[in-house]
């Protein structure tokens, strides 16, 4: 049982990164339609007076006084609709009634003067933000290490040795992740609530300068720039390895009809 809003001061929020994208129309028909809030990128669903659950397009959901079995429930059902078992990365944060008070973000904490819808969904949306960077932020550093291993590869041995189709799929990962951040641009948008709230806009400011999301999403892209010169290097590098072995063919296919025509000279005639 959760406890009522009423009767208790410090109150969980629990985020999870299940998918890259979540298509919201059949998220909502997944739930026959029960959403209390619908948008382009977002659905909120409310579960008695004071319990809420958040699901963004971006593949995050966040949990607001929701017991452990109920997220396990929502998680199991989204994993039947992305259709494979999902890479969940999870963050938890707590939030704090203090009526009569100013609301101030801290270390894992956020001090609010009231409960309401307005003030949990814009701690949840930077929650979901957090969890969706780390996501990308876990992807990334998988491709530098990758990109590491082929520069190693090429000091220690002058020549790229790894297999053509294998660099290929390596660039081809690199550049769907590429894609997937750009089209997660609106992760650093303001919620449209804010431009019409002053306290929700201060809210917003120290909870993303908490989570120190436009830093993280600064050198998450920053290591997608590095990746991709070096992949023009490598890309370089194969057409070179290429060219080599079209002249090597060519130059094997002249030694050859220099082979038959001298055979013919000396011996057939």
């Known amino acids: ?8 001061t410090r109150v969980g929020m629990t985020a999870y990164h299940v998918t890259e994208t979540l298509k919201l129309k ?5 739930f026959e339609g029960a959403a209390h809030v619908q948008s382009a990128t977002k659905l909120i669903f409310r579960e008695g007076e004071d319990r809420f659950f958040f699901i963004y397009r971006f593949g995050s ?5 929701v017991s452990p079995q109920r997220q396990r429930a929502v998680i199991e059902k989204l994993a039947v609709l992305i259709g494979e078992k999902p890479e969940i990365i999870s963050e938890e944060f707590t939030l704090e009634l203090r009526s009569g008070e100013r609301s101030a973000i801290g270390f894992e904490v956020a001090v609010l003067d009231a409960f309401s819808l307005d003030r949990i969904e814009l701690i949840a949306f930077v929650l979901a933000q957090s969890t969706a960077l780390e996501y990308f ?7 530098f290490s990758k990109t590491g291993d082929i520069g190693h590869d090429l000091r220690s041995r002058g020549r790229l040795v790894r297999r053509e189709g294998e660099i290929k799929r390596f660039i081809g990962q690199c550049i769907t992740n590429k894609q997937q951040l750009v089209a997660s641009l609106y992760l650093l948008d303001k919620p449209d609530e804010t431009w019409e709230d002053q306290v929700l806009d201060r809210l917003y400011r120290d909870a993303v300068d908490m989570f120190e999301i436009r830093d993280r999403y600064r050198t998450v892209d920053y290591k997608l720039r590095m990746i991709q010169e070096n992949l023009e290097l490598i890309s370089t590098l194969l057409q070179y390895r290429h060219a080599n072995y079209l002249e090597w063919t060519i130059i094997v296919l002249i030694t ?9 000279l000396l011996v057939v005639r």
């Open 256 to 264: 050859v009809e220099v082979v038959l025509f001298v055979y013919e």
């Open 26 to 30: 059949e998220v909502d028909r997944l």
């Open 137 to 143: 932020e876990i992807k990334v550093d998988e491709l």
């Open 61 to 65: 959901v966040v949990f607001f006084n």
């Open 1 to 8: 049982m959760n406890a009522s809003i009423s009767e208790v």
